[in-house]
């Protein structure tokens, strides 16, 4: 059998915080909050976000706009004002998020998982609500779809990022007054996911705090061309899981431009000098491969053992249309107890790059759901009922600090208590 990559153990469980630790939390949020203060234009809307924020981290089994008033004994309508219409600016605290990030989690080779997540939503009334396809239950719903960008690294992980889709349907006529009503910016155009996730991307790049080298993502992204050559074009590394049909080349093609027959117009398009040269897809090499050809790797240790599975890594040239496009590494990951079970990823990292490095970033997409299911289950991720556009970004916004505080405090108190988790800082 081939020599495994073996991944790093988890640290042994263990806590040794005083009372007086437990204590100092109520104060750690008050800092933390302190240091997005600045971030709001009005002394009173940094007030009402750190009541939000107190509210999504309280232990309310639901936390809508008007438990967590309640709760907090606020008024109602001023908390629903701050969140579904007060027009305070998302990008500064976005950049205050984003640099707070970088100094808790941040190292050079960083991950960007790029995933989306949906909450099913009754009636139509709810901006960007459609019938499409929700996670969340596994099927068409009407519900509303995030596109998210979350941050990893060796430290830990949190939400960075998030952006609302809205189906096409939402931008013809029909819908016009509802836009209108649900204050859905005017200049919006109708984006993909893709387009979505690589324009938070970029702005996560020219905002310049997220220190970054990998960009994850699934099939989706991954069988966006688009998407996969705006990643690179930012100096990252994808590593985007693709369809089984996805055509390759194992050796480059020639390609010519065929002679002008001196009529007519010139030819401007190449072709392969050898037509029967034909793409395979990436399913059909996995036969080809010899058994030496595969690795057993430990891609991560779990809560029942190492996860393994076999991979295999070919340099390939991707077809686009027909045609050679870049040279790239095909890294086939296939289930070690059902061999049918089978996973394709195109990565555009060097051809010198450590294999274990691909193996270790294959093993990375788990962390964005644990962020979603964490949201979910302790800070109120799926629990709006704002109808707005400026409500949905405002609550997913604080959301994503109120998640990164939890990560925050789990750093600092991590020497004393490495296995303590995110429900328990909340608790």
Sequence with gaps: MPSPIIAETCPAPECHLSPRDIEDLINQLKRYHELFAPAFRRPEQAAWAEVYLRGLLGDAPRKSVERIALALGVNVRDLQHFIGQSPW???PVVDRHQRLVAETLGEADGVVAVDESGVVKQGDDSVGVAPQYCGAVGKVANSQNGVYLGYISRKGYTLADACLFMPADWFDDAHAEKRKKCGVPQDLTVKTKPQIALALLQAAVRRGHLPFRWVTADELYGDSPDFRDGVAQLDKWYFTEVA????????????????WSGQGRRPTRLRLRTPTHHSVRVDQLVRRIPKPGWLRCTIKEGSKGPLMCDFAFLRVTESRQGLPGPEVWLVI???????????????????DIALSELVRVSGLRWPIEAMFEEGKGEIGFDHYETRSWLGWHHHMLLTCLAHHFLVWIRVQLHARAPALTLYQVRL
């Design 89 to 91: 600016a998302l990008e």
């Design 244 to 259: 089984c049909s996805t055509p390759v080349w194992r050796r480059r093609p020639a390609v010519i431009l065929p002679p």
């Design 333 to 351: 990951r296939r289930n070690i107890a059902d061999r049918r079970e089978i996973k394709f990823y195109l990565c555009n990292a060097p051809a």
